[in-house]
């Protein structure tokens, strides 16, 4: 995002969808960002250097229901 100061960017993330807004003057950028896998928001970061914005973003874990076994009688 050449020409945007990292203070006119705003990123969310939400459990399956990320949106990317910013804009200084004429230069406007907007992404919506649908994920199929479940994101973990309290983990997510971001990094704004030389114009180029890297998001680091973990997976939550999937619980999966524990199963039980049953006895055929």
């Known amino acids: 995002m050449p020409g945007v100061d990292k203070e006119n960017i705003n990123v969310t ?3 399956h969808h990320v949106t990317l807004h910013a804009e200084k003057g004429d230069k406007k950028y907007h992404a919506d960002i649908p ?3 479940n994101l973990d928001e ?3 970061k971001a990094v704004f250097l030389n114009g180029i914005l890297e998001l680091k973003i973990k ?3 999937n619980s999966r229901p524990k ?3 049953i006895k055929v009688e």
């Open 13 to 15: 993330v939400t459990g």
């Open 35 to 37: 994920i199929d896998i």
């Open 42 to 44: 309290s983990t997510t």
């Open 59 to 61: 997976l939550k874990e």
């Open 67 to 69: 199963g039980k076994a």
